[in-house]
């Protein structure tokens, strides 16, 4: 018998989720560089506090149909897609081709990981 639909998708939004917030725990702070740096951990550590309480349950859910490098592959895949969307709106620095051709050859080896 096979999972259903949601059992794969719901890990995934759940990492989705997660990653807005890690990303934005690690990053928006580069913004306010006359923030004094115990504020930003502070405040870093209360956003990553919000993505260890959606990335815990998604590894968790999705364990049960995934295997742990492929949660880990799918978790870096969309790490590196939710940087760009913010370093790209939030930041305002667009990825560069060198950029591209990186995160493709991550996706290669995401595509054997998940090849069999």
Same mark, same amino acid.
């Given at each position: 018998?096979?999972?259903p639909l949601s059992a794969y998708l719901l890990p995934i939004a759940l990492l989705i989720?997660?990653?807005?917030?890690?990303?934005?725990?690690?990053?928006?702070?580069?913004?306010?560089?006359?923030?004094? &740096?115990?504020?930003?951990?502070?405040?870093? +550590?209360?956003? =990553?506090?919000?993505?260890?309480?959606? @990335?815990?349950? %998604?590894?968790?859910?999705?364990?049960?149909?995934?295997?742990?490098?492929?949660?880990?592959t799918i978790q870096e895949v969309i790490t590196l897609t939710v940087f760009v969307a913010?370093?790209? &709106?939030?930041?305002?620095?667009?990825?560069? +081709?060198?950029? =591209?051709?990186?995160?493709?050859?991550? @996706?290669?080896? %995401?595509?054997?990981?998940?090849?069999?």
């Amino acid at each position: 018998m096979t999972a259903p639909l949601s059992a794969y998708l719901l890990p995934i939004a759940l990492l989705i989720a997660s990653n807005v917030f890690m990303t934005a725990a690690w990053y928006w702070h580069l913004k306010f560089t006359s923030t004094p &740096i115990l504020t930003v951990v502070l405040l870093s +550590w209360s956003l =990553a506090f919000f993505e260890y309480c959606l @990335a815990v349950p %998604a590894n968790r859910i999705g364990y049960e149909v995934f295997s742990a490098a492929q949660l880990k592959t799918i978790q870096e895949v969309i790490t590196l897609t939710v940087f760009v969307a913010f370093s790209t &709106i939030y930041l305002g620095q667009s990825p560069t +081709w060198n950029t =591209a051709i990186g995160f493709a050859f991550i @996706a290669l080896g %995401a595509w054997f990981v998940f090849r069999g």
